[in-house]
Every structure is written in structure tokens, then in C-alpha cells.
């Protein structure tokens, strides 16, 4: 991290908090405050991903973990959302350890193959889970609902509150800057984590595991710690996400929305501490512009993702700062003795 | 010093490592005293990295005992005894490719004591920083200590992985080809290093195929064949061994040696 | 004995397309390590193929599946070219390719439903090629000749690229490769030509796949997602690249699959191979019908 990345994450922070006050259109600052979310996801994959090295599929499992017990706290115990974030978060941590403990002995391809095996297995669970629950006789005497929703989702368990406190038109300002919030400390979070003396150690295991270990670092032990530290916030992030939309559905768990963020992921740049970032405002703009031909929407992020994994595997923010790099060589007018970091700080 | 009276720093007792039926390290014995350099010697696949595979628990033993201060260390895992106090190198050019060589060292200053707790500590301590200069400074590393190490040549990358197996500040320091692929020259300055290291009072295994870089350092060769000890004794009496001269050295090699020994004395 | 047939007959059938479908990937990680995330579509294309062969342009319907085997075989390479040919040297290219490959399978499925929504209809098509529902019986379950002939098509297929494999100098620069890349290159095997030619064969064997999975349940642009993930089921349980084991894997899958339906209810059936997939990743991660050797790295 140097100067250059502080002046920049102080400039981007004003711009999101200035942004409701020049009266953008409700639908964009709608797609802002997604893109928040998504992104508070990706910076915790990235943990994963580019800072352990583990290619594990399961943080969107993790993300629709978190809505779902949102979403079934509030609805069943009438727990208010405020109440249900925190739980929603260790139980992401739970879960996540659940699956860091299966993955232990597997490596590279296969930690992707099991824990995408999960979340097809937590999609296919809930999905055919059509048995009437007795709890939503109490919510709605009317109607058949199953515990989890189903394939028809679950509704009807309340939202952040803010259209009490701004009023009736005004409240998604209020899920705005609770979801910014969110994204800042995510990006805290990540940016101490990979500094410190744990950062130091799942870099080293992602480098070279054998090394590691013969170092003393334990496997086992910062493995674990990796899946657990970065599912609180995901799981969080989920939760935000049931509040903010009111309902929970199965999507969460299909493949659309796991391409999508890996997308994010993979177009800002994996590993780099900026391309969660770029990555997720990226693929919300094509999203945007896609819209407009919506059918085409999907055709084109497939073709985005297609081009960036041949022609650019390191990402947006691994091309600008090469380009960086290079021009700092221009201005000063010699050669860096150093080369660029894949990572880190 | 070899001494009878003292417990041996390491003692290993019918070491035995098997790949399927091939015994790589054969009923092997081999006491190790504070302050010891040890070198270890044989043809390619004589089993010499495997051994020190299992002593550093990164392949552990298949049957055998191996002591560190008197504790059974045959069935530990390799972080557990790298906090025990036996730290090593590689003979690849292994390291940690994105990192700089002062937190490649890093790594080994931060971890290799011990880790306790499920939650372990975030900030390094200042002992911490300490042992990666002094590690840095025994390896003359410090002037590099910010290049990544996928630019480094292969002398650096030798004398990093001592320097982060050092930074552990190990009782027993294994190294494994230090001087593989290196020119002359090179030779004599990682010569010039592990003779520093000597002097600080580390105990050393040393495996080598460059043998006037091992005669010249080691107090006590150990010969390897197929797994097994051919030889154990000091270097004039390995150059006189007829064995050791029959399967690895040749009659050449051993003369040639033995008027470099002579020379040097 | 009802049910004892019934889950027999059922389980051959669905193990018979999944070996097709898991054969080429096992046979493609095999090669080169890469897990094609745009199987699923290609089989989808392979119905599609047939379809367009006997409805639109009314040629003769033996002729069908052969046609789409070979398109099939075309799609392969082209996705070869799209991506892995520029990939290879990548240093996570295991990882990167199956990214690739998904984004290259959900444009051309896009596309796909949006060139069918424009020009045709989305709607299912029904499989020229199905037989109906027109049966005999074993022991008065009826099967359907339907089945039989999948039996025989995927008995025949299989058999061909196993004799190909074994007793051709293209089939033994293929498993030369498949056994060391480098070894393979330095003898001369010019394994980039190599590397098309697995994946134009897999191709073609999911396109034959996806005629027989739409022989049961219409011609759609989605049909070849859950298959794939099946087919990518047999060759996680085979060991990835073993291709004889994938065929029994293929028909434990199907078998297992059939039972649940059978005995249980429809909609366990994938739940059950995915909880048999989830333990066998995480007891035996080289496969169960793997050798030791089979590293996990």
C-alpha cells in the first residue's frame, strides 16, 4: 500500500458519499448500492483466492447462507434485521468452516470441485423443499410455504427500518450509506488482514506450501482461519442484501450469480487489493449497458469474461499497474530494480 | 563434538522410508551432537534428500525412531518441528515467489519459533524483526533484502532459503545442495557464509555433491547408498574407503581430492 | 423385482449418456488439464444439430446423430481456439480455464435462446430421433426400444474410441500425452494438434450424449446444464483422467440415481449423487476407482 493507494481510497470514499446528494436517478443509485455489496463479497473471495490461494466456489453458498438466516429469523421469531446480522455473520463463519474442514486435504482444482458441489447441493435442498411448514401458517394462514421458501423464495421479514427514519421515499439513502459502511470496513478488514503477520502466512502457503510448512506455519490451522475470517462479512453482506430486498430466492445459489462475481473477481484482478473493487463497478456498468439489449446481457458478459481470463488473467488492476509502473519508469527515467508485485501490499 | 557422555542433540534409530517396495532410506542410524557438521555424501538417488525429508517431517518416516533432545520427533508434523528447533533448506529453488527476500526471512523469523493459540497474534514483534537482520546479515543479504524473489538469480535464492531457515534460529540447521548449479566462485562464497555459520556455534547436516565443498566443512561424512550408511568417519579415511571409492567417487575423484586435502593441510 | 428391473433398466440408460458425456472430459483432463466448463452446451448444441438435420432440412434420419457428432466435434475445436489454445502457458491455467470455459458456455447458451427466441421459438422441440415410448417387457416392466438402442450407441461409441486409443498411433500419441506432456512433446508428438483432436472427440461424444438425453425430454436450450454437472460428478468420483473408471463411475451414477428415483422419490436423485460425490472429495479425493498414484495436486 502506498501513498498513491490512500489519496485514492480517500478520493473514491468522498465520491460514494457526496453521490445521493446530487439527486441521481432511484434505479442508479439502486445499482450503486448493489455494486457495494457485491463488492464487499469479492474483497472477501479475493481473501481466498488471491491472498490464500485456495479456489474454493463456496463464498457465494456463504452469501446466500447469510440471507437466508436473515431471512428466517425475521420472518419465524420476528427478530428485528439489526438483531439477525450479527448471527447471520457467525453462521457464515460456521458454515465456512464446515467446508474449510472437507477441503483440508484437497488442493487446486478439487477444493473447486467440492465446494461448487456444495452450493449445488444447498440449491438442489432448498429448491425441492416443498413441504408445507407449520410456521408459515402463522405468517399466512392462506397459503402453502415450506420452512426455507422453496423455489418461490421467502418474503415478508422486514428491512433495515430506514423508511421510519427518512420517510417514505427516501429510505433507500439510508440502505445506500448502511451498505457503504459495509464496503468500507470490508475494505479495512482486508487491507489489515493482508499485511499482518496471518496475511504473511497465507501468502506464504499460497507461494509454496512445502516451504511453509517446513517455517512452521500450520496448514491445518491458517487454512481454517482463512475460510473463517472471510466468511463473517460475506455472510454479513448476504444479510444486507435479504434486508435490502426484502426477499430471499434461489438464485443466490445458481450459477448466474456465482459467474458474475467471479467475473468481478477475475476482470479486477485477483489478488490485487483494487480489483474487487474495479472488478465489481466494471461488470455493474456492463450490466447497465447490457441491460438495454437485455437478452444480449449474458451473451456479453460471457464474451467479457472469456476475453479477460485469455488476453488478461491478471486482471484490470494487475494491466494498470503495469501501465503505472511503466510510466513511473518514463518520468524518472531508469529502471526499476524491483519488477511489480502480484499482491500484497 | 562426538561425546559419549551427553545426550545427542538428534538420534535417529532404523530409520526406514519406503515408496511402495523401494526402501529410499534403509535402517539408517545417525547421532548428531551440539555443534556438529555433518556432511552427507552419495550418488543421485542414494536417498539423501528423502532423509532429510523425514527428519524435517515433510515425508515422514515409515518406521523408526528420531529424537530431538530426547523427544520423539518421527511422527510430527514439519511446522511442529520447525518449532522444535530443526529448520532447512531446499534443494529447488524453492521460496516464496511474490515476496522480498526480507519477507521471505520473515516468514521463518515470524512462525518458526511457534504459533500459539487459534487465533494468532497479527503484529510482529520487534525480536522478530531482529532475527530476519541478524539472518540477513550472516547470509549478506542485507543490501538486496527488498528485491522479489522471482527476479533473484540462483546464488540468491540459495542463500534466501538459509536466511529464512537461519531466521528460525534452528538447534539443527539441515541444508540441502547449497552449492548445486553454482559456478566456482559462487561456491567459494557460500563456502565463506556456512564457515560463518560454523563459527556462531550451528549445528549442520549438509548434503552436497560438490565434495571439496563438503570435505572441506564437514567434521564427520556420512556416505549414502541405495539408502543405506556406506560410510561414516572422517573425511581422510572416506578417500581411502574402498567402498565408498567403488560406487560414488571413482579412483580419479578420490585422488584429485586427495591432493586438495593434502594441500590444504 | 419390479423395482429391481425398473432401477436396472433406468440406471444403464442414465449411466450410458453420462459415460459419453464423462468419457470426453476424463479424456480431455486427462491430456491437458482442462475441466470444459462449456460441455454442458455443447451437448445441448448436439441436439440441436440432429434437430436441424431431419426437421429442417428433412435429410434422412440415420444420418442425424453422425451429423452431430461431427458439428459437435467442430464446436470443440472451436472452443479450443477460443480459449485454451491462448491459455496454455497460463500458470493457473487449471483454474483460469474452467473460468474461461464458463463464461464461453453461458455466451453461447445466451446466444443460443436468443437466436431461437427471434427466429424460432424456445419452447421444447420433441427429438426426431426419439423412438417413442413404443416397449417390450422384461419381467413386466416395460422398456422402451428407445433404450436399447442408447444401450448399443454408447456401447458402440465407447468401444471405438477405446480400440482408437489403444491400437491407432493417434490414440497412442494421445495417452502418451495424457501420461507426460513433455515426455510426449520431446518424442515428437506434436501435442497441440493433440490437445484439439481430445477435445473435438469429446465434443462429439457429448452432441451423441445430448440426442439421447432429449430423446426423453424434448430439445431445450437448458437442457445440458445438469448433465454436465453429472457427467463432471462421474469424473470427480472416477479420479480426474481415468477414463476406464469413468465408465463405471458413469454407471454407479446412474444406478444410484435410478435408485433413489425409484425407491425414494424424483428429486433426491441428484441430491443423492452429490452427496456421494461430497464424500468421496473429501475420503478419497484420487477417486474411488483411482490408483494411488493418482496425485491430488
Known amino acids: 500500500m502506498k501513498r498513491r493507494d490512500y489519496i485514492i481510497f480517500a478520493v473514491l470514499l468522498g465520491l460514494a458519499i457526496a453521490y445521493p446528494w446530487i439527486n441521481p436517478p432511484r434505479y442508479l443509485l439502486a445499482s450503486v448500492l448493489l455494486m457495494f455489496c457485491y463488492a464487499t463479497v469479492v474483497s472477501q473471495w479475493n481473501l481466498v483466492f488471491g491472498l490464500a490461494g485456495i479456489f474454493s466456489l463456496g463464498q457465494v453458498a456463504i452469501f446466500a447462507s447469510g440471507s437466508y438466516i436473515t431471512a428466517i429469523l425475521g420472518r419465524y421469531l420476528e427478530w428485528s434485521l439489526w438483531y439477525t446480522f450479527p448471527v447471520a455473520g457467525v453462521g457464515g463463519v460456521f458454515f465456512s468452516l464446515l467446508i474449510g474442514l472437507a477441503c483440508l486435504r484437497l488442493r487446486g482444482i478439487y477444493v473447486a470441485l467440492l465446494t461448487l458441489a456444495v452450493s449445488q447441493m444447498m440449491f438442489i435442498l432448498i429448491q425441492t423443499d416443498a413441504m408445507c411448514s407449520a410456521l408459515n401458517k402463522k405468517v399466512n394462514p392462506a397459503t402453502c410455504v415450506s420452512f426455507t421458501g422453496g423455489a418461490q423464495g421467502l418474503g415478508d421479514f422486514g428491512s433495515f427500518g430506514w423508511r421510519d427514519v427518512f420517510g417514505g421515499r427516501n429510505w433507500i439513502i439510508g440502505d445506500y450509506y448502511t451498505m457503504l459502511v459495509l464496503l468500507v470496513i470490508a475494505l479495512i478488514f482486508t487491507f489489515i488482514v493482508t499485511n499482518s503477520r496471518i496475511g504473511l502466512a497465507f501468502m506464504a502457503l499460497r507461494d509454496n506450501e512445502e516451504l511453509a510448512r517446513s517455517r512452521g506455519i500450520s496448514q491445518f490451522k491458517y487454512q481454517l482461519l482463512v475460510f473463517a475470517m472471510s466468511a463473517f462479512l460475506t455472510a454479513v453482506a448476504g444479510s444486507f442484501y435479504a434486508a435490502h430486498f426484502g426477499s430471499v430466492g434461489t438464485d443466490l445459489m445458481g450459477f448466474a450469480l456465482l459467474l458474475f462475481l467471479i467475473s468481478m473477481l477475475v476482470v479486477g484482478g485477483i489478488g490485487r487489493p483494487w480489483g474487487p473493487l474495479l472488478g465489481a463497478f466494471l461488470l455493474m456498468a456492463a450490466d447497465e449497458v447490457f441491460k438495454e439489449a437485455s437478452d444480449w446481457r449474458n451473451v456479453g458478459l460471457g464474451i467479457v469474461v472469456l476475453i479477460f481470463m485469455v488476453f488478461l488473467p491478471e486482471g484490470l488492476a494487475g494491466a494498470l499497474d503495469k501501465l503505472w509502473n511503466r510510466g513511473i519508469q518514463l518520468v524518472t527515467g531508469r529502471l526499476q530494480s524491483g519488477g511489480t508485485r502480484a499482491d500484497g501490499e | 563434538m562426538s561425546n559419549g557422555d551427553t545426550q545427542p542433540l538428534l538420534a535417529c534409530r532404523n530409520v526406514f522410508k519406503y515408496f511402495g517396495g523401494l526402501a529410499a532410506v534403509n535402517d539408517f542410524d545417525l547421532d548428531v551432537y551440539s555443534g556438529d557438521v555433518i556432511g552427507i555424501g552419495g550418488p543421485n538417488g542414494a536417498g539423501k534428500t528423502t532423509f532429510l525429508d523425514v527428519i524435517s517431517g515433510i515425508n515422514p518416516a515409515t518406521s523408526g525412531e528420531i529424537l530431538l533432545d530426547g523427544i520423539p520427533i518421527a511422527n510430527k508434523k514439519a511446522d511442529v518441528i520447525c518449532h522444535l528447533g530443526i529448520s532447512r533448506t531446499f534443494q529447488l529453488n524453492a521460496g516464496f515467489e511474490s515476496m522480498s527476500i526480507r519477507e521471505n526471512t520473515l516468514v521463518g523469523a515470524s512462525f518458526g519459533r511457534g504459533d500459539k493459540g487459534w487465533f494468532p497474534r497479527m503484529i510482529y514483534s520487534k525480536e522478530m524483526h531482529e532475527r530476519v537482520e541478524r539472518a540477513l546479515e550472516l547470509c549478506h543479504l542485507q543490501d538486496r533484502a527488498e528485491l522479489i524473489v522471482r527476479d533473484l538469480p540462483v546464488l540468491d535464492r540459495k542463500l534466501l532459503l538459509m536466511a529464512g531457515a537461519l531466521a528460525t534460529e534452528p538447534k539443527l540447521l539441515l541444508i540441502d545442495e547449497p552449492v548445486g548449479g553454482l559456478n566456482p566462485h559462487e561456491v567459494d562464497d557460500v563456502m565463506e557464509i556456512v564457515q560463518g555459520l560454523i563459527a556462531e556455534g550451528v549445528t549442520i547436516i549438509l548434503i552436497e555433491h560438490v565434495m571439496r565443498f563438503l570435505l572441506q566443512l564437514s567434521e564427520r561424512v556420512v556416505i549414502m547408498h541405495h539408502g543405506e550408511k556406506i560410510y561414516e568417519g572422517d573425511s581422510k579415511g572416506l578417500l581411502s574407503d574402498r567402498k565408498v571409492v567403488e560406487v560414488y567417487l571413482g579412483e580419479g575423484t578420490a585422488d584429485r581430492l586427495q591432493h586438495m586435502m593434502a594441500e590444504r593441510a | ?297
Open chain 3, 1 to 297: 423385482m419390479d423395482f429391481f428391473v425398473q432401477i436396472i433398466v433406468s440406471g444403464l440408460t442414465f449411466g450410458s449418456m453420462y459415460a459419453l458425456a464423462a468419457v470426453g472430459l476424463a479424456l480431455v483432463w486427462g491430456a491437458f488439464n482442462m475441466l470444459n466448463m462449456s460441455h454442458g452446451i455443447i451437448m445441448t448444441l448436439g441436439a440441436y444439430f440432429a434437430l436441424l438435420w431431419a426437421e429442417l432440412l428433412g435429410w434422412p434420419l440415420i444420418l442425424a446423430a453422425p451429423f452431430s457428432l461431427v458439428c459437435g466435434g467442430l464446436v470443440g475445436a472451436i472452443v479450443y481456439f477460443l480459449s485454451a489454445h491462448w491459455m496454455i502457458k497460463q500458470k493457473n491455467f487449471e483454474v483460469t480455464i474452467i473460468i474461461a470455459t464458463f463464461g464461453l458456455g453461458m455466451a453461447i447458451e445466451s446466444g443460443l435462446l436468443k437466436f431461437l427466441r427471434e427466429m424460432f421459438r424456445t419452447a421444447p422441440y420433441s427429438q426426431p430421433l426419439s423412438l417413442g415410448a413404443k416397449s417390450f417387457l422384461i419381467f413386466d416392466v416395460p422398456v422402451s426400444y428407445q433404450r436399447l438402442v442408447i444401450w448399443t450407441a454408447a456401447f458402440v461409441l465407447i468401444t471405438i474410441v477405446g480400440i482408437f486409443l489403444r491400437r491407432t498411433s493417434v490414440g497412442r500419441a494421445i495417452r502418451a500425452t495424457a501420461q507426460d506432456r513433455n515426455a510426449a512433446r520431446l518424442m515428437g508428438v506434436p501435442v497441440r494438434r493433440v490437445y484439439v483432436l481430445v477435445l473435438a472427440i469429446a465434443s462429439g461424444l457429448a452432441a451423441v450424449s445430448g440426442i439421447m438425453l432429449s430423446s426423453f425430454k424434448d430439445v431445450h436450450p437448458l437442457m445440458g446444464g445438469d448433465p454436465m454437472l453429472k457427467a463432471f460428478i462421474v469424473i470427480v468420483l472416477a479420479g480426474l483422467g481415468n477414463i476406464t473408471g469413468a465408465l463405471y463411475a458413469a454407471l454407479l451414477v446412474g444406478l444410484v440415481e435410478a435408485s433413489v428415483k425409484v425407491l425414494l422419490a424424483d428429486k433426491y436423485g441428484f441430491t443423492a449423487i452429490l452427496i456421494l460425490v461430497i464424500l468421496a472429495l473429501i475420503w478419497k479425493p484420487s477417486g474411488i476407482f483411482g490408483r494411488a498414484t493418482v496425485a491430488r495436486q
